[in-house]
């Protein structure tokens, strides 16, 4: 898989994960938790270093937040909608910046 592919399936999964977690995060805990198992997976494949220099900064900041990210969605979100909203934002930034990678 090439690495827009694999930042595209990132985004794909984001975007998942928000839609559920705004559906009742309760009744799709495993479900969320086994798409934030893939999705870590898939960050930890991308090889940072062939990311052009456009890209990298949007990813960059995408990672930071993330671990927060990945962090709350695990225990379970102060506010499920908050949460949601802010996985599929980024969903929809790196489906967008994807094609500068």
């Known amino acids: 898989m090439d690495k827009r592919a694999k930042i595209l399936d990132i985004a794909m999964n984001l975007t998942r994960v928000g839609n559920w977690a705004a559906d009742g995060y309760d009744a799709k805990k495993k479900r969320i938790e086994a798409f934030l198992d893939n999705t870590t997976a898939s960050i930890q494949a991308l090889d940072t270093a062939q990311l052009s220099d456009q890209f990298r900064r949007t990813y960059t900041r995408f990672l930071l ?29 790196l489906t967008h910046r994807a094609r500068l990678a």
């Open 65 to 93: 937040e993330y671990k927060d990210l990945d962090k709350e969605g695990r225990v379970g979100p102060r506010d499920n909608s908050d949460w949601a909203e802010r996985m599929m934002t980024w969903g929809t930034i």
